[in-house]
């Protein structure tokens, strides 16, 4: 539409330039996904081959967007935290969004056999995305640190939830069951009722997964019997505690890359809420 009488239509376009030097988080749900999960016969409270596609994408996204930096997973949603010096599409909102979303869920439906060999796709699973700015890295590893809490809570929940319906219990008499209850009293029925202990159950399903790119010492050669190593990167998948500090602790290097203020960086993180008890 160059030079012609056309172009004007251009100027309706909003700006949706993201705010420079914050990290950008791109979360991606899964949309109607109780649905699909029912249409598909998922497992409850967690199919694990339903979770190891979805990191599987995260992965394919990670591979495709040097920016991405970090991933967090829990069941059909995943945060994409891209670097604070960014500037892939001039960080505009709307080409960032639909960019992950579109490789993840394409990333989805053509993994998907590899995963469910037996299950045919009755229909594609789609993913709606939204993009947030967080300007300090203790805001960001808030937000992680949200995610992973509500992890949790939610699992903890779900797992008692689908042992009592499991057991006899309707689905009403299950949620009556479960009103108000803590952390505490979860753990306890999950022990004395089923055998359970909470603690005990897959990390991917209680702390969900982190995906990122693990530094890692390589052999590159042997000469005259000295063992030559560089540094290299490997996309990993874990199930690690990412709210107390060991983690960033050991791999600082994740949200250094691409950090140029150092002092904002180092700025103290505020006092946190106080976790449930029963939280790994």
Known sequence: MANSKYEYVKGFEQNDTLLPQTWIVIRVDGRAFTRFSQVHGFEKPNDMQALLLMNECAKAVLEDISDVVFCYGVSDEYSF?????????QRRASKLISLVVSLFSASYAMKWTQFFPETEL??????DGRAVCYPSESILRDYLSWRQVDCHINNQYNTCFWKLVGSGMSTAEAQNTLKGTTADVKNNLLFEKFKINYNNIPPIFRKGSIVYRKQMDEVVKVEKGEVIKRLRAHIVV???????????TAHSYILAVGSKNKQQQALPRPAKPKLPSSLP
């Open 81 to 89: 935290v891209l670097r604070r010096t960014c500037t892939l599409y």
């Open 122 to 127: 009755q229909y594609a699973a789609t993913f």
């Open 238 to 248: 874990e199930h690690e505690d990412i709210i107390h500090d060991g983690f960033w």
